[in-house]
């Protein structure tokens, strides 16, 4: 089985600019969430999306969005990038979104904003 | 707000000694407890997890955590470390109802030196 796909692995952005990080969950699992990784913060939870619906938000600007489609694969955008949104974006899936489900994480995206 | 406090950023042990880290969280009600592991150039996955029963859980590679109601403490512990133990350790915490809105903490550094 699969694990969890995330695209690009690497981005290189300008402050000003838009990106969109792709996401496909493991096959079978409705739930995607995605989390900010940087050093010293650990990971900061930015939203949850089940069967297209977004469930949860975490603290963050409205400049960063994401969406679920009917397969289950997710997109994260950020838009007017600033130098602090330099991080490594992980995304997780589980089956149901259960709060004791597990999460599997991908790769994760590393974005740097020059 | 749920929040998960890790309060040694960087452990620096030899093979074979005892490893205990500490994890402390802030929320009144039940709770889903988790330990996930980052070793280097891999995804983070689930050490072991909580939510109910035995308060002494056991996980993979030998790890094991105990949870204190009392004490609002869920801390990993092995008996004897391995180089291979070498990874980032997060704890985090899951809340009825939030879903998958999991609150990591910053994170513990692993070394473990041959």
């Known amino acids: 089985k699969a694990g969890v796909t995330q695209t690009p692995r690497y981005l290189i952005k300008t402050r000003g600019q838009q990106v969109t990080l792709s996401c496909s969950p493991i096959?079978?699992?409705?739930?995607v969430s995605w989390y900010q990784q940087t050093p010293g913060q650990g990971l900061q939870f930015l939203f949850e999306y089940f069967s297209e619906t977004q469930r949860n938000k975490g603290n963050f600007p409205g400049r960063f969005s994401g969406r679920q489609f009917s397969n289950s694969r997710s997109e994260m955008n950020v838009s007017t990038l600033e130098l602090g949104d330099s991080a490594l974006y992980l995304c997780a899936s589980s089956l149901a979104g259960q709060v004791n489900e597990k999460l599997f994480f991908g790769s994760g995206t590393q974005l740097s904003v020059l | 707000a749920q929040s998960v406090s890790q309060h040694n950023h960087h452990v620096i042990l030899s093979e074979a000694a005892s490893l205990e880290l500490g994890c402390n969280y802030s929320?009144?009600?039940?709770?889903?407890l988790f330990w996930y592991v980052q070793y280097p150039g891999q995804h983070l996955q689930l050490l072991l997890k909580y939510f109910s029963g035995d308060p002494l859980v056991k996980g993979i590679k030998g790890f094991e955590a105990e949870f204190i109601k009392s004490k609002f403490s869920f801390n990993l512990r092995k008996p004897s470390v391995q180089w291979s133990d070498t990874a980032e350790y997060f704890c985090?915490?899951?809340?009825?109802?939030?879903?998958?809105?999991?609150?990591f903490g910053t994170g513990t550094k692993l070394q473990v030196i041959p």
């Open positions: 096959s079978g699992h409705r739930s």
């Open positions: 929320y009144g009600g039940t709770v889903n």
């Open positions: 985090a915490v899951n809340a009825p109802g939030g879903y998958q809105k999991v609150t």
